[in-house]
């Protein structure tokens, strides 16, 4: 009796490891869709600085907030290019599934190596 009680105690240590790892494997399986969606979707005069990612937790849906710089030459072709940008991320089924809608919620102008860009911060709405 005692060996098939170790047994059992082995089998739900193992059986609690794999459900650990099958979870890992499907955030990272996960990510890498919406990455790749990202960078497809990425317009060239676009570079991204930071990328932030978070989690589902309490209720919350997950989070991806992005900044980074438009250079395509003066302001107002930088915010169609982030505002075409961030339509083309939300209605990408397989980016926006699971996350919050984004919106830009930032754009300014600063001059970058002695270039005028337009630094933007995309968040969840």
Request: some cysteine; overall charge positive.
């Amino acid at each position: 009796s005692q060996p098939l009680e170790q047994l059992q105690n082995t089998h739900g240590e193992y059986r609690g490891k794999m459900e650990g790892l099958n979870a890992f494997f499907k955030k990272r399986t996960l990510l890498s869709k919406k990455f790749k969606a990202l960078a497809g979707h990425m317009p060239r005069e676009i570079w991204l600085e930071q990328v932030h990612y978070a989690s589902p937790s309490q209720g919350k849906g997950a989070e991806i907030s992005l900044q980074g710089r438009c250079y395509a030459g003066n302001a107002e072709q930088d915010v169609q290019i982030i505002n075409g940008w961030v339509e083309s991320l939300n209605g990408d089924k397989e980016f926006i599934d699971g996350l919050k809608k984004l919106t830009a919620t930032e754009v300014r102008r600063e001059k970058f190596l002695e270039r005028d860009t337009s630094m933007f911060a995309i968040a969840p709405q």
